[in-house]
């Protein structure tokens, strides 16, 4: 189990997709871990995953919400978290179709978040933004879409995925720097080395590929980040990335 002195480790579940989820959970608590990120497909039958996690003793403090269910239905995401005990609502993703072009597209959107904040925060919950690479990609005045956001949407709190801030050609550390005290959780993922694990669309177990966790893990101390999220994009062996990834971390 877990000691004390540990920062929480939790694992997303999206990255179990093509696994069985009640092995998947199983194999979670054997390890020690104690909780899980959820995502859309769990919140469909919400007492089947109430029951799953009480099975196994895991909570799910975090859980990805579409940006669709969030401003159009939030009565019904607040009816989520209660079902689940989710304490940070954060929105994953958008299509490239949703995208802003400009800085005036991440501005309106920013807008549309500080809305979508309002019934998440009055009932007691954080709420955060969780990026992938194109958020840390110019726009045509220099300035990048995730400033764009954090800077117009101050309630935003920020779940930073490390390994795609990698990927868009950023250091890590920088925006773990940038954003202490916003930051609510981080992704800990790896990128395997150019030309490697393509059969994974290119990710690593966490401490097998590319990115510099010796000086990661000094700045996620430092910016005190109080959980750490374990996922892979698309593993073959969910239990070998649990199981490598969980070692690596609590050796930071």
């Given at each position: 189990?877990?000691?004390?002195?540990?920062?929480?480790?939790?694992?997303?579940?999206?990255?179990?997709?093509?696994?069985?989820?009640?092995?998947?959970?199983?194999?979670?608590?054997?390890?020690?871990?104690?909780?899980?990120?959820g995502h859309?497909?769990?919140y469909e039958d919400l007492e089947a995953t109430r029951r799953r996690l009480d099975t196994h003793g895991l909570s799910m403090p975090t859980g990805h919400f579409s940006i669709e269910l969030v401003e159009q239905d939030p009565a019904h995401c607040l009816k989520i978290t209660r079902a689940l005990?989710?304490?940070?609502v954060l929105v994953p993703y958008l299509t490239p179709e949703q995208r802003p072009l400009d800085a005036?597209?991440?501005?309106?959107?920013?807008?549309?978040l500080t809305e979508m904040a309002k019934p998440i925060l009055d009932a007691g919950l954080n709420f955060g933004?969780?990026?992938h690479d194109f958020e840390f990609t110019p726009c045509a005045d220099g300035t990048l879409p995730i400033e764009y956001l954090t800077d117009a949407?101050?309630?935003?709190?920020?779940?930073?995925?490390?390994?795609?801030?990698?990927?868009?050609?950023?250091?890590?550390?920088?925006?773990?720097?940038?954003?202490?005290g916003r930051t609510l959780a981080?992704?800990?993922?790896?990128?395997?080395?150019?030309?490697?694990?393509?059969?994974?669309?290119?990710?690593?177990?966490?401490?097998y590929g590319v990115m510099n966790w010796e000086l990661i893990s000094a700045a996620l101390k430092s910016a005190r980040v109080p959980?750490?999220?374990?996922?892979?994009d698309n593993p073959r062996d969910a239990e070998r990335f649990a199981e490598r990834s969980v070692a690596t971390v609590r050796n930071f």
């Open positions: 189990m877990q000691t004390e002195s540990m920062i929480p480790i939790s694992y997303q579940l999206y990255s179990s997709r093509n696994f069985d989820l009640d092995e998947t959970l199983a194999m979670l608590a054997s390890l020690g871990i104690e909780a899980v990120e859309t497909p769990l005990q989710v304490e940070s005036e597209g991440w501005l309106q959107l920013a807008g549309r933004w969780h990026n949407c101050p309630e935003l709190g920020l779940e930073l995925d490390l390994a795609w801030i990698h990927v868009a050609g950023h250091d890590p550390v920088a925006w773990i720097e940038r954003f202490a981080v992704h800990v993922k790896d990128r395997a080395p150019e030309g490697e694990n393509t059969d994974e669309d290119g990710w690593a177990d966490v401490g959980r750490y999220i374990l996922e892979h």
